[in-house]
């Protein structure tokens, strides 16, 4: 106890000295972390945490490296006189001790690169020869490019061995990537004969990985409609990540169990004049097959699919279709029934034309022979008059005369239909639909009259005038009823035309009295007059206006010499038809005799 008090007393250098001499060590205690991980080409960081009896200062720090012999190399030392990095190292231009606040501080590497992939140690002595020591494995990793995969370029037999079925590679990775084949999302496994896969690596100049993966399989007729694809896991400073390349499909061969045969074309039921496409398949998938279409003749008509053009109903008939395996010569067969519906021409009894007294009934049939069911519809100027196959007409007039269309439809097939016309007559005798007579009272000198006639056989027109003479002017027309014929008459008096009709079965006729409208000369005569005082009060009022200077530019001058009377006067010379002598009016509305009319 009494020397403890007695050093207590000397100075503290030469208590260092003392402690020195006497053999007394201080405790040194480095702490630093087990690993430290770190992006290809970032930066590391590798911290070194001293504590000592001692205290930070006056302390000796070194950094090294340890290669893969366990050989150390130093790089860096720091002592109470200096810092400094060792020269001529792999690490002398990219190194640096940041100050942590302890002796040992952090070791910056910048530019991480893979040989980097060592132990560094932090060596720490302090004063009184205390040491400690720590050690930091420093871990690289490079993000690898995006994996590819590649489908085998042949289809592949499901009686063959395993099989090539695709490639995966990932490349430019570290450490090692790995990959895993998926097909429909459930992970491959090797197994003895079924799944076989070959995996390699390769490093460049640069040590990054390259991993390739190939995967046999011994396929399936399901693998057909099966995705492939691979899983590519790679680490990550702190985490493992995983990515995905796309999937692919691959051609399978397999034996066919049946063969199928069908209409292609058209979609609905057949009928005549179609062209029919008709198709065959199997449900194998072999390189080498063969089919064959045959009519129901046993003819070949082609391969996979034949097309019959403009077919009848001769045509209908079974269809046969065959498929070989040329690897086994094994065949299958089927067949399809085809049937080729009809619709004939339509058929009117009594054909064309037919002769119907009036009063009387008709009846007609229509019919069209048809593998389908029809609909029959009766139509007379485009409008509907009966349904069904029979047409009957009781008590016939003139106006059930025409042409009557009978038109037959398919309901289930839209654009099948036939058509067939009946032209009715409606005999008896001719009738005007005019009235009997007719009363027209007209100014105009030429008057147009019309006569329409019913009747069959068609009627005979002729205009007669109230003397009896024909008229030979008319236009005639056969009309569906009967007839109609125009006349244009002049008209100079009072006057009657007759329109008679005539045929086999009797006459009619019908009167036009026309009654002549004329014209008043009275009438005309006033106007004129009008006409002649209203042109008078103009030319005075004109007159008036110039000898006032109002128009001409006239300014108290005159601008021409004319010979004057007493008074400026307009003279209006007048006759009436009674007379021959004149009567002048002058602007006083004095008489004035022909010889004192105002010349210019």
């Known amino acids: 106890m009494a020397v403890r008090d007695a050093a207590s007393l000397l100075p503290p250098l030469l208590l260092l000295a003392l402690l020195h001499t006497w053999g007394a060590r201080a405790a040194v205690e480095v702490t630093m972390e087990e690993e430290v991980q770190v992006f290809h080409g970032d930066t590391a960081r590798i911290p070194c945490t001293v504590t000592s009896d001692d205290g930070s200062g006056g302390m000796i720090v070194q950094w090294f490296y340890v290669i893969s012999s366990g050989k150390s190399h130093l790089i860096y030392n720091q002592d109470s006189m200096e810092k400094r990095v060792v020269k001529n190292t792999p690490y002398t231009d990219r190194i640096a001790v940041e100050n942590n606040g302890t002796a040992g501080g952090v070791l910056t590497i910048s530019d991480v690169q893979l040989h980097d992939e060592v132990e560094f140690v932090c060596h720490v002595r302090s004063l009184t020869d205390g040491t400690g020591e720590g050690r930091t494995r420093l871990r690289v990793f490079k993000t690898p490019d995006f994996p590819t995969i590649e489908r085998a370029e042949k289809g592949i037999s499901v009686d063959d061995e395993p099989s090539k079925v695709g490639t995966c590679e990932v490349k430019n990775g570290y450490p090692k990537p790995t990959i895993t084949w998926y097909r429909n999302n459930m992970p491959l496994r090797s197994i003895t004969d079924v799944v076989n896969l070959i995996n390699s690596a390769t ?176 139509l007379k100027n485009g409008k509907e008059v009966s349904k069904g196959h029979y047409l009957s007409l009781k008590n016939i007039t003139y106006d059930d005369a025409g042409l009557y269309v009978c038109i037959v439809t398919v309901p289930e097939i839209e654009e099948m239909q036939t058509n067939a016309s009946l032209q009715v007559h409606v005999q008896g005798p001719p009738e005007i639909t005019e009235n009997k007579l007719i009363e027209k009272e007209t100014a105009e000198k030429e008057v147009e009259l019309s006569c329409h006639v019913k009747g069959y056989p068609t009627p005979k027109i002729t205009w007669t005038s109230s003397d009896g003479k024909v008229i030979g002017s008319a ?77 001409c530019n006239r300014s108290g001058k005159q601008d021409f010499t004319k010979e004057k009377s007493g008074k400026d006067r307009i003279v209006v010379e007048m006759k009436s038809d009674n007379t021959e002598e004149a009567i002048l009016l002058g602007v006083n509305g004095e008489k004035q005799l022909p010889g004192d009319q105002i010349h210019s």
Request: glycine share 6%; proline share 2%; aromatic share 8%.
């Open 203 to 378: 490093t460049g100049s640069s040590d990054l990985f390259s991993v390739k993966s190939e995967l046999f399989l011994k396929v399936k007729k399901e693998d057909k409609d099966a995705t492939f694809y691979c899983e590519v896991k790679y680490l990550v400073p702190g985490a493992e990540k995983m990515t995905e390349t796309n999937g692919i499909n691959i051609t399978v061969f397999y034996p066919a169990t049946e063969v199928n045969m069908w209409v292609e074309s058209p979609k609905r039921l057949i009928v005549e004049g179609d062209s029919v496409k008709l198709r065959c398949s199997s449900n194998g998938n072999v390189p080498s097959q063969e089919f064959e279409i045959k009519d129901k003749n046993g003819v070949s008509l082609g391969g996979s699919e034949a097309v019959l053009e403009k077919v009848s109903r001769l045509d209908s008939g079974v269809y046969e279709c065959s498929v070989v395996d040329m690897n086994t010569f094994e065949e299958l067969t089927t067949n399809t029934a085809i049937f080729v519906n009809y619709l004939d021409e339509a058929v009117i009894e009594p054909k064309d034309t037919v002769l119907v007294e009036q009063r009387k009934e008709l009846k007609a049939t229509c019919n069209a022979l048809s593998s389908l069911h029809t609909k029959t519809t009766w």
């Open 475 to 551: 236009s005639h027309m056969t009309t569906e009823l009967g007839a109609k014929s125009v006349v244009k008459v002049k008209v100079t008096s009072n006057m009657t035309v007759i329109c008679s009709s005539s045929n086999s079965f009797g006459t009619d006729s019908v009167t036009y009295s026309i009654k002549a409208k004329i014209r008043s000369n009275g009438v005309i005569i006033a106007v004129i007059i009008i006409c002649i005082l209203l042109l008078a009060i103009l030319g005075s009022v004109l007159y008036f206006l110039y000898k006032k200077g109002k128009i």
